[in-house]
């Protein structure tokens, strides 16, 4: 990742892993995380498509899981992300 452009932070309990990935800029931006430990993720999105529901009714939105992606063999995951925004992505470690 490049300092100042995408940030992440990676937290795990038990067998639950969450990683927030946040673009810090105005321009959309790529990112490739790799060698996640799942099968599948769950993303959740707060970008500028969901900010006002997520300002004006924030118990729906935070009831809201977001949307599974399954993994390919390699375990990577690629997320393509707008200005600004912030991806939760959980996943359980197989194995």
Known sequence: MRPLVVSALCMVKGRSVRILVCNLTWEPQEVL????GGTQV??????????????FS???FRGDSGTTRK?????DLGLSLLPYEIARVD???SG
Request: charged residues 40%; aromatic residues 4%; neutral net charge.
């Open 33 to 36: 995380l790799r060698k996640i």
């Open 42 to 55: 769950r993303i959740k999105r707060l970008n500028e498509d969901v900010a006002e529901d997520a300002m």
């Open 58 to 60: 924030p118990d729906k």
């Open 71 to 75: 993994l390919d063999n390699s375990g």
């Open 91 to 93: 996943y359980q470690i």
